[in-house]
């Protein structure tokens, strides 16, 4: 079964990573690499990507015509996805794990963010029969 | 070199063999996991020369050549490693007797491989992927795409289900007579879950290469042919056919499911169903009556209906009394509730599904819910039918089925 794992910026302020000293951006990064090429050994990786930053997000809706209208940029603090994991694995209970190694990500000082993430299971695109 | 597609006999034989030339490098070499990478490189091998060549006379023998070269190139230098490491001598020709080229253990080779790849140290997906692999002589790629997965990630699952063929240091034999009937079971179990994630994913008409419904009837065809007197081996492949019978006309042309009621039965595939109805027939004469067997019995009676209203319901809650009485699982239950409301009316089938309340297996199972609906439409309670077919499509984790079962509330509703 599949479960998306979305990653929530922190809840104060964006996901600042930028301003961090160069020693805790480098443990956060080692930790996603690692956890990562974990769950591809492992074979449950599906897909992860990175957002970019949450204050780079616009919010479109159609206008009449159906052209884009164009809501943002969002320079304040709002609760926007960084980030997501698509794993395939065998129970929920080992979506919920990852997600739990996830949120523990190594923030300032090394000490663990625990951001929350979301984790949602991923419908089958397939008829599910039994015969 | 001119790139070339092999021809679909030659695809064909490339997968009987596959298990073959396998069964026989094992046997030579011992290293189950470097055997089945050297098998594979064989096989690219021969997709690649065969259709500039021509298939060679022997083609078996060829295949084995192949392989044994490439598994003769990766021991060398795993010793020249170890030489190196160890200092330690390993004469690489003196390993183990030379593969028999010809050897009438053909056919046995495939079965110890299927009990190999199903053996319980493995769990039933690495078993799923790994028999497709050895046995089917399916390529990572197409065992990814039947699984919606990355290639990296299905190499990975493959890997590590070899991994643990050789933890469990299971060696290449045939296991004994008790062994076997055990073994048989999990290999059955493993073409069952095959089949069915196939069955599910064949939409449309462009059925692919990797089509595994049509690759579990395939492997149930041949452990049939090996195990001729198992009822239950008989009964599966049988259930199988008489299921996959019905896949034209089970869904629509927007790819929205087709209840079985709703069917066009003139889409259905006669001959399998002949083949399957023949078969099952022969098999329940003979006695010593499986689960296997039973379902196949029911999708036969189902299928030898022309019409939906000439379905034998009587005999089919019979047959699910009986699958009740043998085996612990609560969707039999629930089918068995369905038959019974369709020969005593739908109050009987209500009564019937209170049982699974209880039941911590179907605890919020959506099919609990879909089944209440369809039986309160039949009994006339709209608004009841309306909320259980809400509910189901609420839980359900499968796109399709979501919007079946939303579409029969909007019909009620509307």
Same mark, same amino acid.
């Given at each position: 079964?599949?479960?998306?794992?979305?990653?929530?910026?922190?809840?104060?302020?964006?996901?600042?990573?930028?301003?961090?000293?160069?020693?805790?951006?480098?443990?956060?990064?080692?930790?996603?690499?690692?956890?990562?090429?974990?769950?591809?050994?492992?074979? #449950?990786?599906? =897909?992860?990507?990175?957002?970019?930053?949450?204050?780079?997000?616009?919010?479109?809706?159609?206008?009449?015509?159906?052209?884009?209208?164009?809501?943002?940029?969002?320079?304040?603090?709002?609760?926007?996805?960084?980030?997501?994991?698509?794993?395939?694995?065998?129970?929920? #209970?080992?979506?919920?794990?990852?997600?739990?190694?996830?949120?523990?990500?190594?923030?300032?000082?090394?000490? =663990?963010?625990?951001?929350?993430? #979301?984790?949602?299971?991923?419908?089958?695109?397939?008829?599910?029969?039994?015969? | 070199?001119?790139?070339?597609?092999?021809?679909?006999?030659?695809?064909?034989?490339?997968?009987?063999?596959?298990?073959?030339?396998?069964?026989?490098?094992?046997? $030579?070499?011992?290293?189950?996991?470097?055997?089945?990478?050297?098998?594979?490189?064989?096989?690219?091998?021969?997709?690649?020369?065969?259709?500039?060549?021509?298939?060679?006379?022997?083609?078996?023998?060829?295949? !084995?050549?192949?392989?044994?070269?490439?598994?003769?190139?990766?021991?060398?230098?795993?010793?020249?490693?170890?030489?190196?490491?160890?200092?330690?001598?390993?004469?690489?020709?003196?390993?183990?007797?030379?593969?028999?080229?010809?050897?009438?253990?053909?056919?046995?080779?495939?079965?110890?491989?299927?009990?190999?790849?199903?053996?319980?140290?493995?769990?039933?997906?690495?078993?799923?992927?790994?028999?497709?692999?050895?046995?089917?002589?399916?390529?990572?790629?197409?065992?990814?795409?039947?699984?919606?997965?990355?290639?990296?990630?299905?190499?990975?699952?493959?890997?590590?289900?070899?991994?643990? !063929?050789?933890?469990?240091?299971?060696?290449?034999?045939?296991?004994?007579?008790?062994?076997?009937?055990?073994?048989?079971?999990?290999?059955?179990?493993?073409?069952?879950?095959?089949?069915?994630? /196939?069955?599910?994913?064949?939409?449309?008409?462009?059925?692919?290469?990797?089509?595994?419904?049509?690759?579990?009837?395939?492997?149930?065809?041949?452990?049939?042919?090996?195990?001729?007197?198992?009822?239950?081996?008989?009964?599966?492949?049988?259930?199988?056919?008489?299921?996959?019978? $019905?896949?034209?006309?089970?869904?629509?042309?927007?790819?929205?499911?087709?209840?079985?009621?709703?069917?066009?039965?003139?889409?259905?595939?006669?001959?399998? !169903?002949?083949? /399957?109805?023949?078969?099952?027939?022969?098999?329940?004469?003979?006695?010593?009556?499986?689960?296997?067997?039973?379902?196949?019995?029911?999708?036969? !009676?189902?299928?030898?209906?022309?019409?939906?209203?000439?379905?034998?319901?009587?005999?089919?809650?019979?047959?699910?009394?009986?699958?009740?009485?043998?085996?612990?699982?609560?969707?039999?239950?629930?089918?068995?509730?369905?038959?019974?409301?369709?020969?005593?009316? &739908?109050?009987?089938?209500?009564?019937?599904?209170?049982?699974?309340?209880?039941?911590?297996?179907?605890? /919020?199972?959506?099919?609990?819910?879909?089944?209440?609906?369809?039986?309160?439409?039949?009994?006339?309670?709209?608004?009841?039918?309306?909320?259980?077919? $809400?509910?189901?499509?609420?839980?359900?984790?499968?796109? &399709?089925?979501?919007?079946?079962?939303?579409?029969?509330?909007?019909?009620?509703?509307?």
């Amino acid at each position: 079964m599949k479960y998306i794992l979305m990653m929530n910026t922190p809840e104060r302020g964006p996901y600042s990573i930028f301003n961090w000293p160069k020693r805790d951006f480098e443990a956060h990064i080692a930790y996603w690499n690692s956890l990562n090429k974990e769950l591809e050994r492992l074979g #449950e990786l599906v =897909a992860v990507e990175g957002l970019t930053s949450p204050d780079q997000a616009k919010l479109i809706r159609a206008g009449k015509d159906g052209t884009p209208v164009t809501d943002g940029v969002f320079p304040e603090s709002k609760e926007f996805l960084a980030g997501y994991w698509i794993v395939d694995v065998e129970s929920p #209970e080992r979506a919920y794990e990852i997600a739990a190694r996830a949120s523990a990500a190594p923030g300032p000082g090394g000490t =663990a963010l625990n951001m929350a993430i #979301e984790v949602r299971q991923v419908m089958a695109r397939r008829p599910d029969e039994t015969p | 070199m001119t790139p070339g597609f092999l021809d679909t006999r030659s695809e064909l034989l490339l997968r009987e063999l596959a298990p073959q030339v396998l069964g026989a490098v094992v046997r $030579r070499f011992s290293d189950f996991a470097a055997a089945e990478d050297a098998v594979q490189e064989a096989l690219i091998a021969a997709s690649l020369r065969w259709p500039r060549d021509g298939v060679p006379d022997y083609p078996r023998a060829w295949l !084995i050549q192949v392989a044994s070269r490439r598994m003769l190139d990766y021991l060398r230098s795993e010793t020249a490693r170890r030489l190196r490491e160890t200092a330690a001598a390993m004469e690489v020709e003196n390993l183990a007797p030379a593969a028999d080229l010809e050897s009438t253990t053909q056919q046995d080779d495939t079965v110890v491989l299927l009990f190999m790849c199903c053996h319980p140290a493995l769990t039933p997906p690495s078993a799923i992927v790994l028999t497709l692999r050895a046995v089917g002589g399916l390529t990572t790629a197409e065992i990814a795409n039947a699984f919606l997965v990355p290639e990296s990630t299905m190499a990975q699952r493959i890997s590590r289900a070899k991994q643990s !063929i050789k933890a469990s240091g299971a060696p290449f034999r045939m296991p004994d007579a008790t062994e076997r009937t055990a073994r048989l079971v999990s290999v059955l179990h493993v073409l069952y879950l095959i089949f069915n994630e /196939g069955y599910s994913s064949s939409i449309g008409p462009d059925l692919q290469r990797s089509d595994l419904a049509n690759e579990a009837i395939r492997l149930a065809r041949a452990v049939h042919q090996l195990f001729p007197d198992d009822c239950e081996v008989a009964g599966l492949l049988a259930l199988m056919l008489l299921t996959d019978a $019905r896949r034209l006309a089970r869904v629509g042309q927007e790819g929205e499911l087709v209840p079985l009621d709703k069917q066009d039965r003139t889409l259905w595939n006669e001959k399998a !169903i002949s083949e /399957g109805v023949a078969l099952i027939s022969q098999t329940l004469s003979r006695g010593s009556v499986g689960s296997y067997q039973l379902q196949a019995a029911i999708a036969a !009676i189902h299928d030898e209906a022309d019409r939906v209203e000439d379905t034998d319901w009587h005999q089919i809650m019979a047959l699910y009394s009986l699958l009740k009485r043998i085996s612990d699982n609560p969707m039999v239950t629930l089918n068995h509730a369905v038959a019974a409301a369709m020969v005593h009316g &739908p109050a009987t089938g209500l009564k019937l599904l209170e049982a699974l309340d209880a039941d911590a297996r179907m605890a /919020g199972h959506y099919r609990l819910d879909a089944v209440r609906a369809h039986l309160f439409e039949m009994a006339g309670d709209h608004l009841s039918a309306i909320a259980h077919y $809400r509910a189901a499509a609420h839980r359900t984790t499968n796109i &399709p089925e979501r919007d079946y079962l939303t579409m029969q509330a909007a019909r009620l509703a509307s």
